[in-house]
């Protein structure tokens, strides 16, 4: 309630929509069947692409190194199954640039057994070596975000992370991976936590998870093992509160100062998946091969959390899964931040949360806007405490730079809250989007000619 | 197979559902109960004149919108309650020609020279009240009576004024409790003021109706409360602070809240989204304006009202305060940006 907000355990502003978690929430994780041919995109992560190191015709092994990491900020990318390379050729991606990819086709009577590495352990081993294990395992942030996990969680020289949150807010409507995987994989979570205090030497870690998943909570609370210092933070339902900012001020309170990463405060925010995914692969020195994704929305008959492999088509996805007939959209993420994408030919990333099929009907948007009545709803709305609706005017002007200067443009992360509070139905987001992109083109540009 | 185009959009993928003209919509229906009220105390001259006052705000919208070839924007709600509001602003026996004349000056003048609907930078119901309220200054100073026993058979005369005549009034009478006792000194009693036993203008004379649709607005999450409440305590404060300093020559400030057309501009008219404020604190600054102004003209001005003068000015400043006032964006420590 707006005149209550104590801001206790939470941060300001913010939306409530519609979880619609129930249909895939209590289904347990299921293994996807093999495609035929895996595509894998060398861009799916944020950073430099991977460099192939395989030909073409050449046979490898499931979990075999593929590409390595294109430099520091990037990750290699290993073999989702074993098989045969077929061809190696330009792949279109989510965003719609096409990237050069492989084309594997897998081995139909393999066992599918995956090729054992270098094992790390976490007792022995230096943080250093930890981290290089983490890019070596070709780990990138699950949570959508597809950020590189070895550079976040390098501390930079003069700061000192005091606090580790584990984030299982998973506040996108109607995604339950994380959900499942903090029901089902406590053991590689408190691993995989073991690996990231090593690496970032920190000695607390806090484990946040929205009320709407008490039973992962409890769940995790009682498996604690007694040698980590963990704690789980069960904090009230808001969206976007799995962003990083807005979590880091949930739990304490803290702004992170803008333009800056949550280590000026101390803190470093992994993604729960992503510590599970650390903790089941180091042991073992594999590299990542699949990830859980939530397959749910209107338009899918079978719903639930499935394992899929990296590289699988969607068009193979979905076919198996069975859509109405009448699907009309697909998003890749969930249904606030996720992206529309506009053929089935692109494949699962590293970075694919879930997957949703609305049908024309479920689409709620309208076409229809009206001018905006300045009604505040999105002003109450922004986490970041912007005014979308003054920022929504500028960008209907052009005014990109003004937007920028004068009205903290580039803190916006596109959450959404504005324009899905926006009684006008004013694209906002899209609007800010366009603009950020080209402020960014613009200070680049006057760099290029102050360097020349 | 699956058939391969799809549709794509930009993300957020799902909306609240809520639209504008839901919003407009139940401002309208919070808005009936005032316009029944008026009907049964003013009978059928409240009818007509609230209709008339409707009626032409929703006409001149679709002319214009039709004149400059754009899709009519009539069913967005926001022409009938501009109309509405004036019609419930002006005296009941007021000519229909006037009221006529003031629903094509608040669209034409108040809202569409701006851009139409989200341009606006007054109330446009208010701009019209102004305009009449300069050019027939007697018209719209001259009450009538409430529940009178032939209201619902007779039309006063003055109704049917011909465009440019002099109106003739048959009911003479009616000073609101406002002009009563300002150049009087008498004063009303606060249960006659709360139920609208009292003469004003069409919909102002009932505080409890008006307050209860305000809250109906409020408890939907389609008005900002900050507004009405500020006014009113704004009001409230200065007012209590002259009656305590002198209660023989300063009406209490219960008498100042409830009468006149306080309650119906700060609940309808000062709660206008696009002419005013847009941060939490704008809107307490902006409200605050608008009740301190009220009292101040009220009691030192000409006029024995001054709710409309306020919420214009108040207007012309919104967008100045919002420009200076901004909310401390997360992560920055700026708090006021030198205009």
Redesign the interface.
Known sequence: MAFFNFHKNTFKHGIHPPESKDETNGLPIKQFPFPPVIILPMAQHIGAPSQIIVREGQEVHRGQLLAKAGGYVSVPIHAPVSGTIRKIANVPTILGKMSTGIFLEAFPFSTQEVLEGNPINPDTSTPEEILQGIQDAGIVGLGGAAFPTHVKLKVPEGKKCETLIINGIECEPYLTTDHRVMLEQENDIFTGIKYLLKATGTQRVIIGIEANKRDAANHLKKHIPKDLPVSVRVLPVKYPQGAEKMLVTAILGKEIPSGKLPIEVGVVVVNVATTAEIGRLLPHGQGIQERVITIAGPGVKKKGNYTIPIGTPLRFVLEQVGVDEEISEVYMGGPMMGVAVSNLDISIVKGTSGILVFTKKDVSRTPKTYPCIKCGACVDACPILLNPSKLGILAKFEAYNEMASDFNLMDCFECGSCTYVCPSHIPLVQYFRLAKRIVRKREAEKKEKVDA | M??????????????????????MKNVVWALLPVVFFSIYSFGLNALFVIFTATFTSVLTEHFLCNLSKKETTVN?YSAVITGLLLGLSLPPSFPLWMAFVGGIIGIALGKYIF?????NVFNPALVARAVLQAAFPVAITTWHPAFLANRFSTISGSIYTWPFMEPQYDAVSGATPLSAFKFDGITTSTAELAFGQISGSTGETCAIIIALGGIYLIARNMM?WRIPVAVLLSAFLLSGVLYLFNSELYPSPVFMLLSGGLMLGAVYMATD??S?P??PLGLWIYGGIIGILTIVIRIWGGLSEGVMYSILLANAISPHI?SVI???????KRKV?AV
């Not at chain 2, 851009?115 to 341009?119: N, T, W």
């Not at chain 2, 901004?326 to 920055?332: D, I, L, P």
């Open positions: 699956l058939k391969k185009t799809l549709d794509i959009s930009s993300s957020p993928h799902i909306v609240k559902g809520r639209s504008t003209e839901d919003i967005d851009g139409g609907l989200g341009y900002s989204m696009v005013s847009i941060t919002d901004k909310n401390r964006v997360y992560g920055t940006k």
